[in-house]
């Protein structure tokens, strides 16, 4: 960085140096001379500056698999583009919050950190991978009308190399859930059943002939369970018990996960509307869906610290957690309900950090009960 910094300053001033030259060997009330073509030539490095900056930019969206990437051309960034690694983020974080809630896991123990990592591996770059490509594959030509620049639609990748990339992904993370159950100890290879089933939900989510995306309930809530519910699942399974209470009360939360789905929705209108996917925004329109998004974000979320608060009296947790939904619903009313199309990635990156610190905050409350359960049994 310093090194392209000082390379900026020095072509700067090379410029800045050959403009005075061009104007000293001029009379001073020569037609030729012209007092601003130091800035001319200024503003057209910092014109090239510019564009270089955005370039960068778009080679990093290429990377994460956002929309705006450069069409990049080497075969392995393609294929990185392929498992979308922005959206790892949440599976990573929802296996975080999982161990969090078991009460068993250590922060500072290295034989527990290489455990969650292994398990954010699989649940992110794995698994997430594989929905992400398989989704992309048979979303292929929705994507030719709203993100022609994605690998497939481009052409710039074939199909035999996609299809071998879904193998070796599911594959992959299935191999990965069955060693971390023998790591564990497990007599029932929990996580093995938890991949496979949320390998069968992404794969109906994306392919014929359920494609639960073409229904705007049913697609959207596939998709928020298994953001939320099915990594903290993994996470918790992974280091203590997985209990139907909290299985009940992660399928809940899953709602708000929808409505973050529903929020995705809206950049896709007219490709959903071209090719009859009934996504909400497409079936009830924008206003009508906005406003169905915030309400299953926000209802979810004050329901879950009602239930911190009076059902498992952790009156602090749910106190944090009331103090985390309040910034998302401001950042609701200032960009989202004004307009979901134009401020959708905008808002999601204001209020999403406050739902993902909501989800800890909800895993480390049920932490905290599990742990004095144990003391208390262990006590008798």
């Not at 392929?82 to 790892?88: A, E, N, R, S």
């Not at 029932?188 to 705007?216: D, R």
């Not at 989202?336 to 800890?360: C, R």
Request: aromatic share 10%.
């Amino acid at each position: 960085m310093q090194a392209l910094q000082c390379s900026h300053r020095h072509h700067v001033r090379s410029v800045a140096a050959k403009s005075a030259r061009a104007v000293s060997s001029r009379p001073f009330g020569s037609v030729c001379y012209r007092p601003s073509l130091g800035r001319v030539a200024l503003k057209a490095v910092n014109q090239q500056a510019t564009e270089e900056k955005k370039n960068s930019d778009s080679a990093a969206r290429q990377l994460l698999g956002m929309k705006g990437a450069a069409l990049e051309t080497d075969i392995w960034k393609i294929r990185v583009q392929l498992t979308k690694p922005v959206t790892w983020i949440p599976l990573i974080w929802g296996v975080a919050c999982g161990a969090a809630a078991s009460g068993n896991y250590q922060w500072n123990d290295p034989t527990d950190i290489a455990k969650l990592l292994t398990c954010m591996m699989m649940s992110g770059p794995f698994l997430t991978g594989y929905t992400q490509t398989i989704n992309d594959w048979y979303d292929r030509e929705i994507d030719a009308i709203n993100e022609p620049y994605r690998p497939i639609p481009s052409g710039r990748i074939s199909e035999s190399d996609v299809i071998i990339q879904i193998w070796v992904l599911l594959l992959g993370g299935l191999g990965i859930s069955y060693g971390l159950d023998t790591w564990a100890g497990h007599e029932q290879p929990t996580l093995l059943y938890l991949a496979i089933f949320g390998s069968f939900i992404s794969y109906i989510y994306s392919a014929p002939p359920l494609k639960l995306k073409q229904s705007g309930w049913a697609g959207n809530y596939a998709l928020g369970s298994s953001y939320i519910a099915l990594p903290w699942w993994a996470g918790q399974a992974l280091f203590g018990t997985l209990t139907l209470d909290v299985m009940a009360l992660t399928v809940a939360y899953s709602l708000a996960g929808l409505g973050i789905a529903i929020v995705n929705d809206f950049k896709s209108i007219e490709g959903d509307r071209k090719m009859g996917l009934q996504s909400l925004p497409v079936a009830f329109g924008v206003d009508t869906a906005k406003w169905i998004c915030v309400s299953t974000i926000d209802v979810t979320q004050l329901g879950v610290a009602a239930y911190l608060a009076f059902g498992l009296h952790q009156y602090t947790y749910a106190g944090v957690l009331l103090g985390l939904i309040l910034p998302q619903m401001y950042f609701q009313a200032k960009y989202f309900i004004p307009d979901p199309i134009a401020n959708d990635v905008k808002y999601q990156a204001s209020a999403q950090p406050f739902l993902v610190f909501g989800l800890l905050t909800t895993g480390l409350a049920i932490g905290h009960v599990n742990q004095l359960a144990a003391a208390a049994s262990s006590a008798l």
